[in-house]
């Protein structure tokens, strides 16, 4: 299937869902917000949310700081 991932094409397989995906990229899913064709996803949708061709996916990492 083809995605776009932070505005990048990227060729994955089919039938991935949000936490799969951030499986593969190896990203921490507590340390990021996932936005879904311009939805912001709950984390407890990743596991349920199903990838199709097409999507649009932008993940942001969440960064601490500040004084």
């Not at 949000?18 to 507590?30: D, I, R, T």
């Not at 199709?52 to 990492?61: L, S, T, Y």
């Amino acid at each position: 299937m083809d995605l776009k991932v932070n505005g990048e094409p990227r060729r994955l397989p089919d039938r991935l869902t949000v936490s799969q995906l951030l499986e593969q990229l190896q990203v921490v899913p507590e340390r990021v917000v996932v936005e879904l064709n311009l939805r912001i996803l709950k984390r407890a949708e990743h596991p349920v949310t199903a990838l199709k061709d097409g999507d649009e996916v932008e993940i942001v990492r969440l960064i601490g700081g500040g004084a």
